[in-house]
């Protein structure tokens, strides 16, 4: 999950997920999956694949290189 910048709430939920190889995601499944343990304020409203996470040297994921990178239109946007 990462924060992206709205012109309303100052910030807005966006979920980037690697999926398994040879899997489907389906957007509205997996909005209704969480929409259904947690709050709507906390429901991701974008959600984004990517083949690989942007790591630190310590194989944490570098959360503000995949706001750059969707700033740059760089993620790719779940259907």
């Given at each position: 999950?990462?924060?992206l910048?709205?012109?309303?709430w100052?910030?807005?939920?966006a ?12 957007r ?8 259904a ?12 694949v ?10 944490k994921i ?18």
């Open positions: 999950m990462i924060g910048p709205d012109e309303k100052g910030e807005t939920v979920a980037v997920l690697r999926p398994a190889p040879g899997a489907e995601l389906r509205q499944e997996l909005f209704d999956y969480v929409r343990s947690i709050a709507p304020h906390k429901t991701p409203r974008d959600w984004f990517v083949s690989e996470f942007p790591l630190t040297g310590s194989g570098q959360k503000f290189k995949l706001q750059k990178m969707s700033a740059e239109g760089e993620l790719t946007p779940l259907d």
